[in-house]
């Protein structure tokens, strides 16, 4: 009797132990977006230039302030940024890692990575004057990033994944501000101009784009470059004496968004079952920069770290002092957004995001 309660409760567990596998693959399955994977430059890079050579870094305070355990993780910001954020938002998981994290662990692969490196941009000139990761270099780390999934999940599931994720794709700001309009990007004034130029990333920008869809990729969310001339740094260098917003830098983002649009209506003309969105943030934005006290802002033409009007990266350090209340500010350092900043401005654009690709 006793020998036959005992295989009868083996068999029970047994039994168990099978639909807790069958469940856990079905909940899979059945996620809306499973995963979030970034592409890009310095705003969604979540800490992959912290593990290569280049003064495009900021893996050291006051960086990551108001982070989780105000660390210093190679984001470019005083908190979290787009991909932590929206993340969150779609109940995916808190923060997005780095796909060069030395502490990346199995178990994150299977809700996104950012491959992303502050500095880079569609123009592959761009990410080589700054030493970064180029676009092209972000696909090769993909395609290592899906071997490794399917070790992790199986083919079956990462496919699953790779399908039903979302990618979002920043770039174009360090085209304008850290290559063309800039003092290294004399031989690129030399060889283009406006209009040429645009052309040249918007170009780069769709062959990327297709690239990405023949990895697997279907929902796609590209956001417009910004308005480039409106952030602190650049109305140093470009809005004269007053520091104005730079005109000719934003009408170049400009052409570059019109352009681009086009280009994304086009290819989701041509590839079957993609869904790649354009994401207008230049409008709020400059809306934003424009009202700030709309948004419960004070200050919007300086950072809040050292005097905000041309500290990035290494300039923006421990010594350079930030300011008593973040809060009051949109931009963090001379160039980048602080964690509220991105939270306002995701408010205004997340929605269309979720309502066209979830």
Sequence with gaps: M???????????????LL??????KGALQNTKIPALFAFGDSIVDQGNNNAIKTLAKCNFPPYGRDFEGGMAT????????????????????????????????AEDLRTGVSFASGGAGFDPETSRLASVISLLDQLEQYKEYIWKLKRVVGEEDANFILEKSL???????????????SATGFKTRLHYNIPSYTDLIVASASTFLQELYNLGARRIAVLSTPPIGCVPSQRTLGGG????????????????????????DSLNQRLP??????????????HIIQHPQNYGFEFNNKGCCGTGKLEVAVFCNKFSGTCSDVSKY?????????EKGYRVLLNQTLDKIINSLV
């Design 2 to 16: 006793q020998l036959s309660n005992y295989y009868s409760r083996i068999g029970s567990i047994i039994l168990i």
């Design 19 to 24: 639909l807790f596998i069958i469940t856990c």
């Design 74 to 105: 190679g984001r470019f910001s005083n908190g979290k940024t787009p991909p932590d954020l929206i993340a969150e938002e779609l109940g995916i998981t808190n923060l997005i890692p780095a796909y060069l994290d030395p502490n990346l662990k």
């Design 241 to 264: 004496i007053l520091r104005m917003c730079a005109e000719n830098y934003n009408q170049a983002a400009e052409l570059v968004n019109a352009k681009l649009s086009r280009e994304i």
């Design 330 to 338: 949109i931009f963090w350092d001379s160039f980048h957004p602080t």
């Design 167 to 181: 990618y979002l794709v920043v770039a174009g700001s360090d085209d304008l501000a850290n290559n063309y309009f």
């Design 273 to 286: 079952q993609s869904r790649i969105l354009y994401t207008d943030v230049y409008n709020p934005l400059l």
